[in-house]
């Protein structure tokens, strides 16, 4: 070894090292041997842990599994599943699959964004309540189906839907 | 692991079952669990250990198919039950010994049940998913027994292409052709195989409850092709949108790996195989073979040109094989019973049964197993119970946004690959969208479209830009401001597309457009000439409007 040169390749740092939840991740990243393939999966774990991926994260992960932050950001964004804003308190997410739309889904979305002017893909202003969307959810027996948090409901009226909403907003449960 | 193992694995459970007197079975699977079915299930076990009896047993079984009316609950005696609430359960323990409890009961023997044939589904509704001494008392794993104990994998292969049967996920290839390809190509280091669970048409949730309801099914189907065709590492590529079916794959594997059902020298043979599981992130086009391979591959899921087919350049350039999971899930029985006996079963080029997602204007919604040949009518008629409300039928939509819109004067057709083709649609993976007179086929059309252009990962022209261009002149008829030069020039981006895409749905893109201008004309026309949408769904300002 050289003496007195010392290049530092050093190993990436955690955005936060402090959080614990990095290790969660960093053992992600540790089973699928740092490679790049095991991208889309690192970023799954993160999503899960921290709920959105931001900018830190991005580069990070990319570093990691040495990956140019471009195609970790590409692949990021690719995919509806991975979202870079975190998401409001409570989520409410109406499936658009074909049978929820013929069965008025559409509808749904509408009486939420005559209420709180939120399109899907975005949140109240106060921060409690973010309206997404699902391609389909495979509940179409059930068709509208709503996921309200994690807890899915069929066969949901604009009515059901006003009153869970304004159930959240009110109530700071 | 060896037959005799095995075997007494299965007599063990099926002593340890005959022990109770009786069994409830409770639907744990996604589409009865989002009407509070675990919370019956408490319920009933709670009332159990209440009531001291020993001899009842209570179930959490997967999808028993009639969606609609959950939660659904059923007895060793056959008697079915829906809508049950938790507070039902002592009513439902009283009745095992004298009558069923008449406000409850589901009858079952209605067309919706009588008229089905269950093969894939046969374990549906009957076994426990997340316990594997369940599914090998119902016979699990002695296909794969049989295959690695008797068979080569030519002679695997062989009674996969005697049984005819073709991929279930929607071209309809058939599925012995490709096991051979994959067989007789040479790899460098290792074989794959590949389980597309990437169930991404709207309306379609067959794989989902497979997976939910039976997900050994498919690990046995998969050792016994990765067996036939070389491979010795699997990949279930599963929606991140299924979280339940992910949950119970991996329960699946564990167990499979802990009873040397997959991994090093299964059953003490030199055959080695391993299953892992990779979670999709929401895209359409990674149904499709190369752009799920790069999406297992950590890249975006984009496809890119065939030949070569990842049968000879796959996954990290390796021979890869890839089946859906109804396919998968068809091959256990197939090496039980001989591909010969599967052949006799449905029309002449489409054989054995087929899993519809039945939803919509319908009034049985829920999952189907039907012998392919059936006639639309009996689908929809029959077996879903015709329209509600009294409305009229309009439409069947099979194979998503790939597929068309059936009309009614083709109710009277059989459901197989080459009928559907014919009339412009496409079996597809399975979902069956019946629409009613209340909705406006051009607005159907444009839900469709709207979805392509999202989907498209804009790789190739014609689809990105064709998929936004075709959206924009269906949203302008539905606002009823498109005029007659907008129709002729949807039919020519239509044909542009279809011809020149790079992939699968590009190419299938326009098919609820083409299926629609070609027998709905008239509400197309209606919507350009005089300005009215005959269903009253387009109008000029649309506050509803998305």
Redesign the interface.
């Known amino acids: 070894m050289a003496a007195g040169v010392s290049v530092d390749f050093a190993k990436p740092v955690a955005p936060d090292q402090q959080d614990k939840r990095w290790r969660i991740v960093d053992a992600t990243m540790r089973r699928l041997g740092h490679?790049?393939?095991?991208?889309?999966?690192t970023?799954?774990t993160v999503q899960e842990a921290f709920g959105y991926l931001d900018e830190g994260a991005l580069r990070y992960v990319a570093t990691s599994l040495h990956v140019p932050l471009s195609?970790a950001y590409?692949?990021a964004t690719?995919?509806?599943?991975?979202t870079l804003k975190p998401a409001g308190k409570h989520t409410c997410v109406v499936c658009?699959?074909?049978?929820c739309?013929?069965?008025g889904a559409?509808?749904l979305?509408?009486a939420l964004e005559k209420d709180y002017g939120i399109e899907p893909g975005e949140t109240t202003p106060d921060g409690k309540v973010s309206l997404l969307t699902?391609?389909?959810?495979?509940?179409?027996?059930?068709?509208p189906?709503v996921v309200y948090d994690h807890?899915?409901?069929?066969k949901v009226t604009a009515q059901d839907l006003r009153e869970r909403v304004v159930k959240w907003m009110s109530h700071d449960a | 692991m060896t037959p005799e193992e095995l075997e007494q694995i299965a007599e063990t459970e099926r002593a340890a079952q005959k022990k109770f007197q009786h069994t409830v079975n409770v639907c744990v699977a996604?589409?009865c669990?989002?009407?509070q079915s675990q919370g019956v299930k408490d319920a009933l076990d709670e009332e159990i250990k209440k009531r001291g009896t020993e001899c009842t047993q209570v179930k959490g079984v997967g999808c028993m198919g009639l969606?609609?009316e959950?939660p659904l609950v059923s007895t060793e005696s056959g008697t079915l039950y829906k809508h049950v609430a938790p507070n039902d359960a002592g009513e439902i323990l009283d009745s095992l010994e004298g009558a069923a409890v008449s406000r409850l009961v589901c009858p079952t023997n209605v067309p919706f049940f009588q008229r089905q044939k269950k093969i894939v589904l046969e374990n549906s509704g009957v076994i426990d998913p997340e316990r594997v001494e369940d599914y090998i008392a119902a016979n699990g794993y002695s296909a794969m027994m049989q295959v690695l104990s008797e068979m080569t994998p030519a002679q695997v292969i062989d009674e996969i292409v005697k049984s005819g049967l073709r991929g279930r996920g929607g071209a309809g290839y058939p599925t012995g052709l490709k096991w051979s390809t994959v067989a007789k190509a040479t790899a460098r280091k290792v074989k794959y195989a590949i389980c597309n669970a990437d169930?991404?048409?709207?309306?379609?949730?067959m794989d989902?409850s497979v997976l939910e309801s039976d997900p050994h099914r498919v690990i046995e189907g998969m050792i016994i092709a990765a067996y036939a065709v070389g491979a010795s590492e699997g990949f279930i590529y599963v929606r991140?949108?299924?979280p339940l079916a992910i949950k119970r794959l991996k329960i699946a594997i564990r167990q499979a790996e802990r009873l040397g059902l997959l991994g090093h020298n299964i059953c003490g043979t030199r055959f080695s195989f391993g299953v892992d599981l990779?979670?999709?992130?929401?895209?359409?086009v990674c149904g499709e073979e190369t752009a799920l391979i790069a999406?297992?591959?950590?890249?975006?899921?984009m496809p890119r040109p065939r030949p070569p087919y990842p049968a000879q350049e796959g996954l990290f350039g390796e021979p890869t094989l890839i089946n859906n999971v109804e396919t998968y899930a068809n091959v256990p029985p197939i090496v039980r019973n001989g591909g010969e006996w599967y052949a006799k079963i449905g029309t002449e080029k489409s054989k054995g049964t087929k899993v519809f997602?039945l939803?919509?204007?319908v009034e049985n919604?829920?999952?189907v197993e039907v012998p392919m040949g059936i006639t639309l009518r009996e689908i929809v008629y029959d077996i879903g119970g015709g329209i509600p409300e009294g409305r009229n039928y309009k439409a069947v939509?099979t194979g998503?946004p790939s597929g068309g819109c059936i009309p009614s004067e083709f109710l009277d057709m059989p459901v197989d690959y080459e009928t559907l083709a014919k009339v412009g649609s496409i079996m597809g993976s399975g979902?069956m969208?019946v629409?009613d007179d209340s909705?406006c086929m051009v607005d159907?059309a444009k839900?469709?479209m709207d979805?392509c252009m999202t989907?498209s990962?804009g790789k190739c022209i014609p689809c990105r830009v064709g998929t936004f261009q075709m959206r924009g002149l269906l949203e302008r008829i539905t606002k009823l401001d498109g005029t007659e030069q907008d129709l002729s020039l949807l039919n020519e981006l239509c044909e542009l597309m279809k011809n020149t895409s790079l992939c699968g749905l590009g190419q299938s893109a326009p098919n609820p457009v083409l299926s629609t201008l070609r027998y709905f004309a008239e509400e197309y026309k209606s919507h350009v000439q005089s300005k009215q949408c005959p269903s009253g769904v387009c109008s000029n300002h649309r506050?509803?409007?998305?």
């Open positions: 490679h790049p393939r095991g991208l889309i999966e970023l799954h195609r590409g692949v690719f995919y509806h599943f991975f658009m699959g074909t049978a739309y013929i069965k559409p509808q979305l509408s699902a391609r389909c959810l495979g509940s179409c027996g059930l068709a189906a807890d899915v409901a069929g | 996604a589409g669990l989002s009407c969606c609609a959950g169930e991404g048409d709207p309306g379609a949730f989902r991140a949108e299924y990779r979670l999709g992130a929401g895209a359409f999406s297992v591959e950590g890249k975006r899921g997602a939803a919509g204007r919604t829920g999952l939509q998503g979902g969208i629409i909705s159907v839900y469709f979805f989907e990962c506050e509803d409007a998305r």
